[in-house]
């Protein structure tokens, strides 16, 4: 199976800092086939189910606000959120999809400072 | 807009068999590989189940392989996930999400059904 680790665990922030959370894959996630990263994140608010905001490391899904950034190629990757806003504090995960049983990371918890 | 509504969840004792349904709206479900995704109390996410869009391929998550059955009915636009010989661990919120045509990202997800499993 495919190990994700992401940290830190949880991180603590004051509204419009800028803050980056890594995920790490225990094989490359990159497809030589297509040169795509099978990697996404998600985003959980208390209380709410998980949100899509990335997929293939980097595309935004349709209605994520710009701040959001994914980046990151074969075995490391990073989700930037840039002017941190209090309507951002949640848990984020990382999850590959390059192979079965698809993983995810453990979350990243983001709170205010 | 899409939907993905849950629901059969509950209390149910070690042992014992539950049936959760999940009905899809908004989207032509017949065309998207479908998943359940749960979630133990206080704890991270973990995937547990793909059926394609066609039931032609079906993958499972070694915790459940053997005890747990995923399957769906594109003519009543419902996937469902059959769990037997439920144990304690087995406790989580349970999400139905929706595949993507390129790749097994979740795009829509349920809003989940619990399940506990306790004497």
């Known amino acids: 199976d495919i190990v994700m680790t992401q940290s830190p665990s949880s991180l603590a922030v004051s509204a419009g800092e800028t803050v980056t959370i890594n995920c790490k894959s225990s094989q490359s996630l990159l497809y030589s086939g297509n040169q795509k990263n099978y990697l996404a994140w998600y985003q959980q608010k208390p209380g709410q189910s998980p949100k899509l905001l990335i997929y293939w490391a980097s595309t935004r899904q349709s209605g994520v606000p710009d701040r959001f950034i994914g980046s990151g190629s074969g075995t490391d990757f990073t989700l930037t959120i840039s002017s941190v806003q209090a309507e951002d504090l949640a848990i984020y995960y990382c999850q590959q999809y390059y192979d079965t049983p698809y993983t995810f990371g453990a979350g990243t918890k983001l709170e205010l400072k | 807009e899409v939907q993905l509504v849950e629901s059969g969840g509950g209390l149910v004792k070690p042992g014992s068999s539950l049936k959760l349904s999940c009905v899809a709206s908004g989207f032509t479900f017949s065309s998207y590989g479908m998943h359940w995704i749960r979630q133990a109390p206080k704890k991270g996410l973990e995937w547990i189940a793909l059926i394609y869009y066609d039931s032609s391929n079906k993958y499972y998550a070694d915790s459940v392989k053997g005890r747990f059955t995923i399957s769906r009915d594109n003519s009543k636009n419902t996937l469902y996930l059959e769990m037997n010989s439920l144990r304690s661990e087995d406790t989580a919120m349970y999400y139905c999400?929706?595949?993507?045509?390129?790749?097994?990202?979740?795009?829509?997800w349920g809003q989940g059904v619990m399940v506990t499993v306790s004497s």
């Open positions: 999400a929706k595949g993507c045509y390129s790749g097994d990202y979740f795009d829509y």
